[in-house]
């Protein structure tokens, strides 16, 4: 089973590169982060239409043009679920959380606030989302929580910690929320079989910060021990951020048995 995390930053600006790279690679779950549209564009024939052509279901939680998170199988599609339970007033109602049983997995998708800054509501707001995401989240379930979870768990997740100190995607709260979730029972097994310096998923778009691969590892998959025992191989598809329009953000690839 094969299985992607991939925050696109518009579905629609990248929809051919994702059409392209699903045949090419032939994942059988897919997870998306950064659509920027609705439930109703998605899932028409011009989006929509191309995936299910593919032989996916598919699931997406949009509401506008920004944040979304969607859900391809190939494996089957059961027990969706948009958004966190419970009632969800502003702004926990953004379109961050996506979850499924396809197979014999429980799959998430999910989005992270960006923070901002340290000094801004954003911040605290990111802080408590953590804290809402870990209550919906069960760790005794064969699963896998993947997506742009927006932290740099260590400094060497980051290509100059120096640079980045004092900043939102690294400060102590951030990797405490992230790390809590490990401390349920989840692996981070792209650390597990990507042991190396210089692992990164996100670079940003500056000119020269990709070719000197100046970024940061914010895109996770976390699983349960059951899974994780499974995984045979982790990999970051660098490739896919180069070229005409990329992303930001490269596919993060999970190989199991």
């Known amino acids: 089973m094969r299985i992607v995390s991939w925050n696109v930053n518009s579905i629609r600006s990248r929809h051919q590169r994702v059409v392209d790279w699903l045949g090419h690679h032939e994942p059988d779950i897919v997870l998306l982060q950064e659509t920027k549209c609705t439930d109703e564009v998605f899932n028409g024939p011009d989006l929509g239409g191309k995936y299910r052509d593919l032989g ?8 506008d043009h920004w944040n979304g998170v969607a859900i391809l199988s190939r494996v089957g599609l059961d027990e ?30 999910a989005y992270a606030p960006n923070g901002r800054e340290l000094e ?33 768990l260590t400094d060497r997740d980051v290509y100059d910690p120096q640079r980045w100190k004092n900043r939102t995607h690294v400060s102590p709260q951030e990797r405490a929320g992230v790390a809590a979730l490990v401390d349920m029972g989840l692996e981070d097994v792209t650390r597990t079989h990507l042991p190396h310096d210089g692992v990164f998923s996100w670079w940003s778009y500056r ?33 896919e951020r180069a070229g005409e329009r990329p992303s930001d953000h490269a596919p993060l690839v999970l190989d199991l048995s």
Do not use: M
Not at 56 to 63: L, Q
């Open 56 to 63: 996916y279901e598919i699931a997406h939680h949009g509401v």
């Open 80 to 109: 969706v679920e948009r958004g966190f339970d419970g009632t969800n007033r502003p702004p926990f109602d953004e379109a961050r959380y996506i979850s499924a049983r396809c197979g014999d997995v429980t799959v998430v998708s």
């Open 120 to 152: 801004d509501p954003h911040y605290l707001f990111k802080l408590v989302w953590f804290e809402r995401l870990r209550a919906n989240i069960d760790a005794t379930k064969s699963l896998i929580l993947a997506g742009d979870l927006n932290v740099a």
């Open 207 to 239: 000119p020269g910060q990709f070719e000197k691969n100046h970024g940061l590892r914010l895109d996770l998959a976390l699983c349960s021990s059951d899974i994780a025992e499974r995984v045979h191989s982790v990999w970051i598809d660098v490739i």
